[in-house]
């Protein structure tokens, strides 16, 4: 069952379908109470030329991140965060994608702090 | 149980993206120089870049999706606050105090409403200069019953 809900919708309005050649995406997932997920992608005609994905907890009244997978650099990489949300640790890794993200995500959750940013 | 939330930004709606960006930084040189320097020791900043770089492309569509599954969202989903979105789904307001005037509430009470919501990513709150604007991020809502 799926109750769907448009705040902006005005009757009889429809958005005109355009060619789109750039898309960026930005998808916050729920992980657990104080504890999500940012993933960020551009895709050009399709393809995907930028990604992160941001695991972060809420501290203080913001979302601090934890652990980071992305390719800004050219290179994928991972990163790790301390408590203050201070860089502390880096490692090369392969191209993610988010599903694989997510499962690692979902299945550590706060472990992923004790874990080598090698091993993630 | 999901919960997706969704808004779609494109051609001038990506405006409000833009304003977000140069309130928070000011210019793309300046959050150039700032990635160059800080890296991923400042993540936002590192996809703030990445969004205004897109954004200069003419056809560029923002997409901004938020998937919760937990009913946890709906204990903050109060009716005031859910108006509230409404309100800034349907029309743009300059400030907190033009939205708390429209809603005939109190500026505080509305101003704390706002921040509940925008820890759940539901809003943002942009500064412009003495006043901070208030704009909803999800336009429209689906509940998934599994």
Partial sequence: MVLHVNMAAAPGRKEAETDVTLKHTRRRVGIWRGEVLDAVTTEKDGRRTYYSYTYKVAAAGRWMPQVRWDNSDGEPHVDKYDETGTLKERAQTVEKRLDDVLGTVRLYRRELLTIPASEL | ?146
């Fill in chain 2, 1 to 146: 149980m999901k919960v997706d939330l969704k808004s779609v930004a494109r051609g001038e709606s990506t405006t409000r993206e833009l304003e977000r960006l140069s309130g928070v930084y000011g210019t793309l040189e300046r959050l150039q120089l700032r990635v160059g320097v800080e890296g991923c020791s400042n993540p936002d900043a590192v996809d703030d870049l990445e969004l205004w770089k897109a954004l200069r492309s003419e056809d560029c569509v923002v997409e901004r999706l938020i998937t919760y599954q937990s009913p946890a969202i709906f204990a903050h989903l109060t009716p005031r606050r859910l108006d509230l979105l409404q309100r800034m789904a349907m029309k743009e307001y300059p400030s907190i105090r033009s939205l708390a005037e429209d809603c005939g509430r109190d500026y505080k009470n509305v101003y704390d409403d706002l921040t509940a919501l925008k820890l759940w990513g539901l809003v943002s709150l942009v500064r412009r200069g003495r006043c901070v604007r208030p704009s909803a991020r999800v336009v429209e809502m689906k509940v998934t019953l599994d």
